[in-house]
T-cell receptor
Framework: DTAVSQTPKYLVTQMGNDKSIKCEQNLGHDTMYWYKQDSKKFLKIMFSYNNKELIINETVPNRFSPKSPDKAHLNLHINSLELGDSAVYFC?????????????FGNGTRLTVT | GENVEQHPSTLSVQEGDSAVIKCTYSDSASNYFPWYKQELGKRPQLIIDIRSNVGEKKDQRIAVTLNKTAKHFSLHITETQPEDSAVYFCAAPRNSGNTPLVFGKGTRLSVIA
């Protein structure tokens, strides 16, 4: 029943590995995002997709590659993981509306790179 | 692009007192201002939002006020309860309309019983 679901919830891996996080939303929204929340709780936009098309890439290293096979899914693949990638990654979605609309967040994926 | 400043970074209040968190934004074209609550280990959840065509909105113990001229908006929580303890984030669109939300740095609210 979760509107925005992402897996896995926890991810522990070593430096240099490649990992993926998956996200799906069943709200029928046309826009999906990846946000990164660091240890200080700052929430920063990474990517924005609208109807499967990349709209925004917020100066994220190209080791991060998002993929949207359809408008209900937005996955995040990370190559050559570094210690500084440790954070909580949130997927989110919203329906585009003229006066703005709320973001719906997934439960987050806590990535720990050792 | 939008810049959102949020104050204070931490706030402690006695149970039953009011709490006020303030945010300023830089882009005068911004037209949508949500507030999110994040409990420990959980996702941010929308608690209230306001659009630029109104100056105030209330939902039970929570209210948000918007001053477009001064480019600031505030969250007011009355009769605080221990379960209000969380991190609160304000946000504004990076540009107008439906561009990604830019978040403030958060306010950690502690309600002391």
């Amino acid at each position: 029943d979760t509107a925005v679901s992402q897996t896995p919830k926890y991810l522990v891996t070593q430096m240099g590995n490649d990992k993926s996080i998956k996200c799906e939303q069943n709200l029928g929204h046309d826009t999906m995002y990846w946000y990164k929340q660091d240890s200080k709780k700052f929430l920063k936009i990474m990517f924005s997709y609208n109807n499967k098309e990349l709209i925004i890439n917020e100066t994220v290293p190209n080791r991060f590659s998002p993929k949207s096979p359809d408008k209900a899914h937005l996955n995040l693949h990370i190559n050559s993981l570094e210690l500084g990638d440790s954070a909580v990654y949130f997927c989110a979605s919203r329906q585009a509306r003229g006066m703005g609309s709320p973001l719906h967040f997934g439960n987050g994926t806590r990535l720990t790179v050792t | 692009g939008e810049n959102v400043e949020q104050h204070p970074s931490t706030l402690s209040v006695q149970e039953g007192d009011s709490a006020v968190i303030k945010c300023t934004y830089s882009d005068s074209a911004s037209n949508y201002f949500p507030w999110y609550k994040q409990e420990l280990g959980k996702r941010p959840q929308l608690i209230i939002d306001i659009r630029s065509n109104v100056g105030e909105k209330k939902d039970q113990r929570i209210a948000v006020t918007l001053n477009k001229t001064a480019k600031h908006f505030s969250l007011h929580i009355t009769e605080t309860q221990p379960e209000d303890s969380a991190v609160y984030f304000c946000a504004a669109p990076r540009n107008s309309g439906n561009t990604p939300l830019v978040f403030g740095k958060g306010t950690r609210l502690s309600v002391i019983a």
